[in-house]
């Protein structure tokens, strides 16, 4: 019976959230501001938000992780066949894997759409990604993004335009 006493306080106990991390209100800042930058192609912009030797995992089967110069140069390449980037975000805040305690980290389920330069078509659909970024003293240390890059990769290539035969280079009949 005394045991029925107790079980009220463990219950209560075990329930309990923990305080929201304190740096998250900045660090989400930050990842809001990393979108932005990718979205406007400013990616001396991009780079300040991360520490020199960040860590970045991009979504590609395989890939290497990238330091923030290669990173920069890779998604500054998505420029070459997207514009008029925008993105829809829902943003969360990230826990400690070990503790499971509100870390700093921001987590985001983001919907980009672009158009597809070549033609200025919109891209049917939008890139459903899953972002994360990890934080310390104020800067990105690690960052990763999961999404189909496969499927990207097909839907682009079948939207590029036919190439025109170039004249000078086909035989005559």
Known sequence: MKF??????VLLTACAT???NPEY???LKSAKAICQAHCDGDYDAWKSYFAEDAVIHAAEHGSDPLGVDEAAEFYAGLHAIS???TYDGIFLPGVDTLQMQP???VRAYIQWDSKFKP????FPGVLKAYHYWNFEEGKVHQAGTFYDAG???NLVASMMPAETPDPATTPAE
Request: cysteine-free; aromatic content about 12%.
């Open 4 to 9: 029925l006493y107790f079980l009220p306080v």
């Open 18 to 20: 923990s305080a929201p």
């Open 25 to 27: 209100a900045a660090n």
């Open 83 to 85: 514009e008029d980037i």
């Open 103 to 105: 870390d700093g980290s």
């Open 119 to 122: 033609t200025g078509e919109p």
């Open 151 to 153: 499927g990207f990769s």
